[in-house]
């Protein structure tokens, strides 16, 4: 998916679990970040493999471990890193008509951080033959001395990504590359990843933040979908659904049967007056009897359910 530049660019979408007071969910995390083609330094003479490690990891910024810095093209001026720049030209303090972003590939000059000389974007210094970057992809013009996130370029997403190109798959229809543990197990939604998170409104593709795909394929931030879980309780629990579609985000079977037990412990008075529900789980539709608390699905048994 989604994308990072300490955070690379942009972002992959790693499996993980994340514990919710109900149940457990799977989690996918982005961890990624730009475009990556890695142009090999292994094969140096030994008289300049020495030069080329100079200043690793000394130079950079709270993004990047790089030893370059770039010009941006859209306003002529210099920074440690794209997001950097997209941080600094999208500030409150900025007049809202100046505000931009800088479109990764369109970088075409960089700055040694050594010596100080501007030329063309490459991984090797033309002046003092310091390389200024470790892991550089010439597509994305993304340069990090720090290896250890394992980036990788995904053509399918057209940017660089971290955690290893073998644990990762890219889904041509989500439009994103996500943990190959998800791959016969995802369910398949359009651009799942290409739209702002239904919470927060951040551009999840891009999004330097861990993200889960729920068990319907919408996505959200992991940050989010905690606080979400943290504002539900068990009366409440029927609400803990996809913000976009009302699916229930996890098994909430467990959840159902407390609910069954407590709602037999409450008299109705409406006994008498019946209303059509429908599920948001299984899109079933019912005729069941009114209560004032909850409605409970005919087929699956779920009380994630609306009176139509």
């Not at 200043?55 to 030893?67: D, K, P, S, T």
């Not at 980036?151 to 890219?170: D, V």
């Not at 959200?220 to 229930?248: D, T, Y």
């Not at 407390?258 to 529900?277: G, P």
Request: net charge negative; hydrophobic share 30%.
């Amino acid at each position: 998916m989604g994308a990072m530049d300490v955070q690379l660019e942009s972002t992959a979408v790693q499996h993980g679990q994340a514990k919710i007071n109900v149940e457990e969910h799977a989690l996918v995390s982005l961890l990624s970040d730009e475009k990556y083609a890695t142009e090999k330094t292994e094969d140096v003479d030994p008289d300049d493999y020495e030069k080329l490690e100079e200043g690793i990891m000394q130079y950079g910024c709270a993004h990047y471990r790089r030893r370059c810095r770039i010009r941006a093209p859209c306003c002529n001026e210099i920074f440690d890193c794209r997001h950097c720049h997209n941080e600094t030209k999208n500030s409150i303090k900025i007049d809202a008509v100046k505000r931009h972003e800088l479109p990764r590939h369109e970088v075409q000059q960089v700055i040694c951080s050594l010596c100080g000389t501007e030329q063309e974007v490459r991984q090797v210094c033309i002046s003092c033959g310091v390389c200024m970057g470790k892991y550089f992809c010439e597509v994305c013009k993304l340069f990090d001395d720090d290896v250890s996130k394992q980036q990788y370029h995904c053509n399918g997403c057209g940017i660089c990504r971290i955690g290893g190109k073998e644990n990762f798959f890219h889904c041509s229809k989500c439009g994103c590359c996500y943990s190959i543990v998800l791959k016969n197990s995802h369910a398949c939604v359009e651009g799942a990843m290409h739209h702002d998170c239904p919470i927060c409104f951040e551009y999840l593709f891009e999004s330097t933040n861990d993200v889960s795909v729920l068990p319907c394929g919408h996505t959200i931030h992991v940050k989010c979908l905690r606080e979400m879980e943290e504002h539900c309780h068990l009366k409440l629990m029927l609400r803990f659904a996809c913000p976009l579609c009302s699916k229930s985000v996890c098994d909430m079977s467990k959840a159902w049967e407390r609910l069954d037990e407590e709602l037999a412990t409450i008299s109705d008075t409406c006994d008498n007056k019946m209303v059509r529900i429908l599920c948001n789980d299984c899109g079933a539709t019912s005729e069941v009897q009114f209560h004032l608390i909850a409605h409970k699905c005919q087929k699956c048994k779920s009380y994630n359910t609306r009176q139509i």
